[in-house]
């Protein structure tokens, strides 16, 4: 056999991999550090620059901001294939970031592939493992013991192959991400589907899974569908309670939780400069929440003034330079257009069970009474990766401050999630915290908490109908407390504060009163804080690792017997056979997101165990057989199960099996764990109406068939107890559609067609049985 380094540069030739990452070569008009953590790692807008240049030769046409710095990303600008919407293109970004709960399987990938350095500056950031249950500095203790074995081999790992890794208490990962490595024009993915945050900093930053985190690690071209682009005119100025969390929830009712599908959302227009930069980044942040690849704003002085304060004026300075490849070009085409004239947009609220279903502040208390939803306010709940920033807190404060000043405090129950330990430090030194801890609030760990369902929540039973209001970004069923009676409503952080202090949905603090200690009627007037603060940030305590330069000697364990980690054994390849006979494991009603697929909330300790997380497999999709979740027919012993033990049991008795869903299937999270369960449990094929982008993706890297009907009325014909036959896989190739035969229980039988998104490359992931298998075997080529 060939020694490793002799198959390291095999690998690397055959894949096109960078021999050195293209962001270490200096600038040639200036050498800026991307971070003040790599030093050595430059900003290249120099070749942005010649890319861009190349690519709007070819067009001929005026580029929107987002071709630019996708395009400007290109491996090969020159020969590229470029049509939105159709061709995959082959992309360099600039960095990788992942997220605790999924940076464990990332991170068992690429120690899966053999190779011993990540080629692209990386970070590991401690956020989704610290569950909300008695305060900060308590839970943040409880977390650090609970986890430990996680955090130890995450810490490891990073010091083993070159990550550097924020340790539990740094904050939110797309807080940590805006606060340092996030500029104008960057390419970063994140293993997070709200990664897009960055792109509050001019950066086109998009969700993935954890093995196109591997891709990109390793060095190897990341493959994205050319993104169509939807520009969001931006006319007026913000003022009064409205807030940037209004403008997203708008679109958000426009466009739906489809409606951004395979798209980048780029804001521009005069309004644009009536937002600071951290509220870009909230309204690029919940852009997930329609479905878009990501969401961008151009550069502007709001960015620069961010910069400057969070110790970056050299980067400033370099984006001033280049800033016409930083902003769309005059007369640039967008695929769809809207317009919102933020002057006259109106507090929203958008909820409950899905964050599209838009209303105005006051509108939503007759609408709740109409619905029958609770009028009583539970719990109010600010902060989150969406609303923690500064300027969040301090307008929160401001709506805390009046209440107090008359004596009164919040009668709804009421939580404080600061998104970084910078932003808790500082908060407390201006007194926001003091404030809202007087006000009846609880400040939590700078952590992820109830928005991704890391809530012990003791006010309520299971089952118990009842009403919370959060500033999050998602409000599907069950997300924060896993009660499917929970309902869930999204907003302003300024507007959950008064909602708290008043108890109901039926106040809008535009127009309504409260009445003080004495007794006296009053209006709270609309917020106003400082975006910044006006002192430097206070950085609080060290939470960063450094990856060692010389990391020979590190050790990365992982104990057989463990129960939360477990080495990768790889899937099984394509037989080179036609998928015959499959059993449908479930025909999915309505929506299912990755939180019906593989849920969080207790579940997030095993995301670094295969086989003990796929105990969660579907058990939130509704069964379209009894309208029951966790409940499927077993085809053999004709009993009523779970999910997860129905597929075993398959996958025991040798019988593959399929799931039929719905619209939009997969929409929500990144986490890839919904793709690697129904593999790992014997799935073959999941066949739906139409896919969100990122599960799509998901599910080819593991060696699955993602599958679209080509009639979606074909749905209809479908039934749990038929089985399946996909035909066409022996000559399976891009744009030809498969056949499936449905074998009814009668003997009868339909035939229909599914369509596909496959390219050559993915069909090759396939037929390895993943894209990690493919990896390896051009690897010993």
Not at 219 to 227: Q, S
Not at 494 to 518: H, M, Q, R, S
Not at 692 to 719: V, W
Not at 730 to 745: M, S, T, Y
Request: hydrophobic letters at 35%; charged letters at 25%; one cysteine or more.
């Amino acid at each position: 056999m060939a020694p490793y380094s002799l198959l390291v540069t095999r690998l690397q030739k055959a894949l096109g991999v960078r021999q050195y990452h293209v962001a270490s070569v200096l600038c040639q008009r200036a050498k800026v550090a991307m971070s003040h953590f790599e030093p050595n790692e430059y900003i290249r807008y120099d070749l942005l620059e010649k890319n861009i240049n190349i690519v709007r030769k070819r067009l001929n046409r005026p580029l929107t901001l987002s071709e630019k710095i996708v395009y400007g990303h290109l491996d090969d600008p020159a020969n590229q294939e470029i049509e939105r919407g159709k061709t995959y293109l082959r992309l360099r970004p600039d960095r990788v970031a992942m997220q605790d709960a999924t940076a464990q399987m990332a991170m068992l990938q690429f120690i899966s592939s053999g190779l011993p350095k990540v080629a692209v500056p990386s970070t590991i950031h401690c956020d989704h493992l610290i569950e909300a249950q008695l305060g900060g500095e308590k839970d943040l203790r409880r977390a650090k013991d609970i986890n430990q074995e996680v955090y130890n081999f995450l810490a490891t790992a990073g010091a083993k192959y070159g990550v550097g890794f924020w340790r539990p208490g740094s904050g939110i990962i797309h807080q940590i991400i805006l606060e340092n490595y996030a500029y104008p024009g960057v390419l970063l993915i994140g293993t997070d589907s709200h990664t897009p945050n960055g792109g509050g900093l001019g950066g086109i930053c998009i969700g993935v899974g954890g093995a196109d985190a591997v891709d990109v690690m390793a060095g190897i071209p990341w493959e994205l569908k050319c993104p169509k682009v939807i520009g969001v005119k931006l006319m007026g100025s913000l003022s009064g309670w409205t807030s940037p969390k209004d403008v997203i929830l708008k679109v958000a009712g426009i466009l739906t939780v489809k409606g951004g599908t395979g798209a980048i959302v780029e804001y521009h227009g005069p309004g644009v400069d009536s937002i600071s930069c951290t509220g870009m980044a909230t309204i690029c942040n919940m852009g997930a929440e329609i479905g878009a690849t990501t969401s961008v704003f151009p550069y502007n002085h709001r960015m620069k003034k961010y910069l400057n304060k969070t110790g970056r004026a050299e980067i400033a300075s370099l984006a001033d330079e280049f800033k016409d490849h930083l902003v769309p070009d005059p007369g640039c085409h967008y695929d769809q257009l809207i317009e919102i004239n933020l002057s006259e947009l109106k507090p929203h609220i958008n909820g409950p069970f899905t964050p599209d279903l838009a209303h105005p502040v006051a509108e939503v208390g007759t609408v709740a009474e109409k619905e029958g939803w609770p009028l009583d306010i539970r719990v109010g709940l600010i902060g989150s990766c969406t609303n923690s920033s500064y300027e969040d807190m301090g307008r929160s404060a401001a709506v805390a401050k009046q209440a107090l000043a008359r004596g009164l405090k919040c009668k709804s129950q009421f939580t404080i999630t600061p998104g970084s330990e910078q932003i808790r430090a500082t908060i407390e030194r201006d007194g926001y915290a003091q404030i809202l801890r007087d006000v009846g609030g609880i400040v939590l760990a700078n952590a992820c908490g109830p928005c991704i369902g890391q809530w012990d929540r003791k006010d309520i039973k299971k089952g118990e109908k009842n009403t919370i209001v959060t500033s999050y970004n998602r409000n599907f069923t069950g997300r924060n407390d896993a009660n499917p009676e929970t309902h869930a409503f999204v907003t302003s952080p300024e507007i959950v504060t008064a909602l708290a202090i008043a108890g109901t949905l039926k106040f809008n603090p535009e127009t309504d009163f409260l009445t003080g200690k004495d007794g006296k009627k009053f209006r709270l007037e609309a917020p106003d804080a400082d975006e910044l603060p006006q002192a430097e940030f206070d950085p609080g305590q060290d939470t960063y690792q450094h990856p060692p330069k010389d990391s020979s000697g590190q050790r990365v364990d992982v104990s057989p017997t463990s129960q939360r980690l477990q080495l990768l054994e790889p899937f099984d390849k394509w037989d080179g056979k036609d998928l015959e006979d499959l059993q449908i494991l479930i025909k999915v009603k309505g929506k299912c997101t990755t939180d019906h697929i593989s849920a969080a909330g207790p579940w997030l300790k095993f995301r670094g165990h295969l086989d003990n997380i796929s105990n969660n497999l579907l058990i939130g999709a509704i069964n379209v057989e009894n309208g029951k979740a966790n409940s499927v027919r077993n085809a053999i012993t004709q009993e009523f199960g779970p999910v997860p033990d129905t597929a075993r049991y398959y996958k025991k008795h040798g019988i593959r099996w399929v799931v039929v869903g719905d619209e939009n299937y997969g929409e929500g999270s990144s986490r890839e764990h919904a793709a690697l369960e129904p593999r790992h449990l014997g799935g073959r094929a999941i066949i739906t109406k139409s896919f969100a982008r990122i599960h799509e993706t998901n599910l080819k890297k593991q060696g699955l068939l993602p599958l679209t009907f080509a009639d979606p009325a074909d749905y209809n014909k479908i039934h749990p107890v038929d089985k399946l036959t996909i035909q066409g896989l022996k000559d399976f190739a891009p744009g030809k559609p498969l056949k499936c035969i449905i074998k009814h229980p009668n003997g009868t039988q339909e035939t229909i067609l599914l369509n596909h998104t496959f390219n050559e490359t993915q069909i090759e992931w396939f037929r390895a049985g993943s894209a990690l298998n493919r990896m390896k075997e051009l690897q010993h080529q």
